[in-house]
């Protein structure tokens, strides 16, 4: 086409050379879109295998879990260091009521279970001595077993397995864990898409006014696509630290120039939502070292048994009989443990207080070196990171096919 016709053409046609830049601006946009959707969504496997999707994060809960989990406890958390904050006679203090009514609960029970004539013959006063005896001495058992549990922490608590697992089993918390700590960045790749995309689409439109070849626009609308999602992935984590570009503007990336945000949002949701004083107590008593923490209880409660029984231990013994007696000191044990989520329940509010979880995830991540740092959110990209850019080419491809048509048909 000689020079004439090029113009006669894009007079003409102005409208449609117009319209492209715009048209690769929303194909960058939908792009980045569809690509965001699909770190996340859907939740479950939809189509037939091989065939179909689930969102990057969901189908690989477990190894982002995993890898979440790992640079909270390689760089962030050390158990030790939280519980070291509990004040075991503050624990007591603070679970006092409930304790004496569990204590008032238990004694009762076993008593009338295994001397119930004894028991019931008693006069109501000499029962709330005898009860009151126990729970004068169940704050010190409380402040021993805390002390004994501080002391042997990694036979009794697992914080990796209680942050795989809460994870794991709470799909929509992990993905907002992601989205909520880079909210910024992903609205940054999606706005991205219209930029570069009506820059491309600009380009586009001078080679198709030159060449008209049917092939410029479904390669340009995949280029559109591809580049631009490969370019604001980039762009968020490189160059990490500021750095002139073309030496025209200065750029550093994205989510390395949101350091501080970045450890205020994880920092919220991790200690608001994950490593909490409930969820804490949940690992412990349920968790899978949870049967050596009921030995530790059992031990503390049986000799509590024993020193209460004082000077009536033999007659006790002799009345019940020892295999009785023993079978006794377990049954109140495990009644301690039975209601110990209610008790603990009550410190809680104390616990988050004196953990201060928020404020040490905080500090930590923004000590976190460079690489520690783009370890956050880097692993939802690096997990078939390919897949998402290739759709993002693919989508921009059959768009420019259609724009092949709508060009050729005027």
């Known amino acids: 086409m000689d020079l004439n016709s090029i113009l006669a053409d894009v007079?003409?046609?102005?409208?449609?050379?117009?319209?492209?830049?715009?048209?690769?601006?929303?194909?960058?946009?939908?792009?980045?879109?569809?690509a965001i959707h699909m770190m996340f969504y859907p939740l479950k496997f939809v189509g037939i295998k091989p065939f179909g999707w689930q969102g990057v994060v969901p189908a690989r809960a477990h190894i982002m879990a995993g890898i979440a989990c790992d640079t909270l406890t390689k760089d962030l958390i050390r158990p030790e260091e939280l519980f070291d904050r509990l004040d075991p006679a503050r624990v007591a203090k603070e679970i006092e009521q409930p304790l004496l009514k569990m204590v008032d609960d238990i004694t009762r029970e076993v008593a009338a279970a295994y001397q119930p004539g004894l028991w019931e013959s008693m006069p109501e006063s000499v029962k709330k001595m005898?009860?009151?005896r126990v729970q004068k001495d169940a704050p010190?058992?409380?402040?021993?077993?805390?002390?004994?549990?501080?002391?042997?922490?990694?036979?009794?608590?697992?914080?990796?397995?209680?942050?795989?697992?809460?994870?794991?089993?709470?799909?929509v918390l992990l993905n907002r864990m992601f989205q909520e700590t880079a909210a910024e960045e992903f609205r940054f790749i999606r706005n991205s898409g219209i930029y570069f995309g009506f820059a491309i689409g600009c380009v586009q439109a001078v080679v198709w006014a030159l060449t008209h070849n049917p092939w410029v626009m479904p390669i340009f609308g995949g280029i559109t696509?591809?580049?631009?999602?490969?370019?604001?992935?980039?762009?968020?984590f490189e160059p990490r630290e500021e750095k002139k570009v073309f030496g025209l503007f200065k750029w550093q990336g994205m989510f390395m120039k949101r350091r501080d945000e970045v450890a205020v949002d994880y920092g919220t949701i991790i200690a608001n939502e994950i490593i909490t004083p409930a969820n804490i107590t949940d690992a412990i008593l349920t968790g899978p070292m949870s049967d050596?923490?009921?030995?530790?209880?059992?031990?503390?409660?049986?000799?509590?048994?024993?020193?209460?029984?004082?000077?009536?231990?033999?007659?006790?013994?002799?009345?019940?009989?020892?295999?009785?007696?023993?079978?006794?000191?377990?049954?109140?044990?495990?009644?301690?443990?039975?209601?110990?989520p209610e008790a603990l329940h009550e410190i809680e509010e104390y616990a988050a207080d004196a953990m201060d979880l928020k404020t040490t995830i905080i500090d930590k991540v923004r000590a976190l070196s460079d690489d520690d740092f783009e370890g956050l959110l880097r692993p939802i990209f690096k997990q078939d990171e390919w897949k998402l850019i290739a759709v993002g080419a693919v989508l921009g491809f059959l768009v420019g096919e259609l724009q092949v048509q709508i060009m050729l048909s005027h």
């Open 11 to 34: 007079q003409e046609n102005w409208w449609l050379y117009c319209l492209l830049p715009v048209v690769a601006a929303l194909i960058g946009y939908g792009t980045k879109l569809a």
């Open 130 to 132: 005898l009860i009151k």
């Open 140 to 171: 010190t058992m409380v402040e021993d077993i805390m002390s004994d549990v501080r002391n042997n922490l990694d036979k009794v608590f697992d914080l990796r397995d209680m942050i795989v697992k809460n994870l794991t089993r709470d799909i």
């Open 225 to 236: 696509g591809w580049l631009t999602d490969w370019l604001a992935l980039k762009l968020i």
């Open 292 to 340: 050596r923490l009921f030995e530790m209880v059992q031990r503390h409660v049986q000799r509590a048994v024993d020193e209460q029984a004082g000077i009536a231990k033999p007659l006790m013994v002799y009345r019940i009989g020892s295999r009785n007696y023993q079978e006794m000191k377990k049954i109140v044990a495990e009644r301690v443990m039975e209601r110990a």
